[in-house]
């Protein structure tokens, strides 16, 4: 893959004609679409859950059930897509569409790791394949695997994971270099710390905090941030903050001669 920039969008979109998605007035895959269209220069990777069964209809193909779609993506070295569920629901046109208008190939039922279209959601009533891994048709060459991961105790979705083969970009011959960022502030976290710090959340006024935060009615990322600031504010009352090591310069080892 040589290009500089990928757009990678992490998707969540209700269950349609839930009371969550009842409480959102707003279209969902136009949001979507607008996002696409403005980072359509770089290469897109959409990762997660729209909550469209698509059954084994592909994404790629002219005309599905009489919708006819814009076909300029070229399906030869692209593998039928295939998957587990046996229906379909309302939001299969609306990903369809963005998917062909946008040339983005879905990975989930026809990439190495996964040529059958697992299963991704687990509830009670039954397993469906709701979540998704898009990406544009220019860097589908450079997708070298994807896999869909078991469930566990803690969620019904599966994780989705996907290898990228890329160049390097920085020219190691040139010596050019770049700036990295400081990594994040990390926790040292024991079990033993378990329930001095759910007394700790017990006591503070996070739900006072948080239910503020909602009422709100910010953008999603201002949210996701002071929730965030909220949740580390209670940490560090409890748990201790992980000092970053900066490497040592070696020292230079002198040899005295003897006269």
Known sequence: ???????????????????????????????????IYKFSKSGNILCGDPNARLDTLDNY??????????????????EPHKSRNIHINTYWKALA????????????GRMKGDYIGQFTCHTY???????????????????KHFSVSNTTEFLHHCFLSFAL??????????????????LPASFVWSDDLKNTHCENFINSNVSGEVNTLLESLNETDS????????????????????????PKKKRKRTIQKQK
Request: proline share 4%; charged share 20%; glycine share 4%.
């Open 1 to 35: 893959m040589k290009q500089d920039l990928l757009y990678v969008c992490s998707v969540y979109i209700p269950p349609q004609n839930s009371p969550r998605e009842q409480r959102l007035v707003c279209g969902h895959f136009e949001l979507l679409q607008e996002n």
């Open 165 to 182: 083969e890329a160049e390097p970009r920085l020219g190691v011959d040139k010596g050019e270099t770049s700036e990295l960022l400081l």
């Open 223 to 246: 949210v996701v941030s002071k929730f965030t600031d909220v949740i580390v504010n209670v940490l560090r009352n409890v748990v201790k903050i992980r000092n970053r090591q900066t």
């Open 97 to 108: 569409e963005l998917c062909c208008g946008n040339e983005l190939i879905i990975l989930n």
């Open 61 to 78: 193909v002219h005309e599905m059930d009489g919708v006819t779609f814009p076909m300029t993506v070229l399906t030869s070295s692209i």
């Open 125 to 143: 009533n039954g397993a469906s394949v709701v979540d998704y891994t898009m990406v544009s048709s220019e860097i589908l060459q450079s997708i």
